[in-house]
């Protein structure tokens, strides 16, 4: 019996050796939705987790963009867009805009 535990003992210590565990706290919602994401995407959680800090050791740093927006962007955030102009296309668009260029 003794031997089995040993084998077992070594087994585990080899495992550990190749995958280390992380445990954190999250809210339940933001988890389940994250999950279903992932879910769609074909993605476990754990090679998320893995992409993220894969990318913190490629840009030693956060992998996002972390800033305080200035009055300019917060004005632009807070703009009712349901009021903005709707173009079909690209070229209507682009129409547009060259007869309403103002310099």
């Known amino acids: 019996m003794g031997y089995i535990v040993r084998i077992q003992l070594s087994m585990i210590a080899k495992n ?21 994401i992932l879910a ?7 090679q998320a ?22 009055d300019e962007t917060i004005k632009a955030l807070d703009e009712d867009v349901s ?8 070229d209507e668009m682009f129409a547009d805009l060259e007869t309403n260029d103002t310099p």
Request: charge should be positive.
């Open 49 to 70: 987790i893995t992409m993220f800090y894969k990318q913190i050791v490629r840009q030693r740093g956060l992998p996002l963009d972390l800033h305080i927006p200035n």
């Open 83 to 90: 009021k903005s102009k709707r173009y079909t296309d690209l």
């Open 16 to 36: 550990m050796t190749q995958d280390a565990r992380i445990s954190s706290r999250i809210d339940p919602d933001l988890k389940k939705k994250s999950e279903a």
């Open 40 to 46: 769609e995407i074909g993605i476990k959680p754990s």
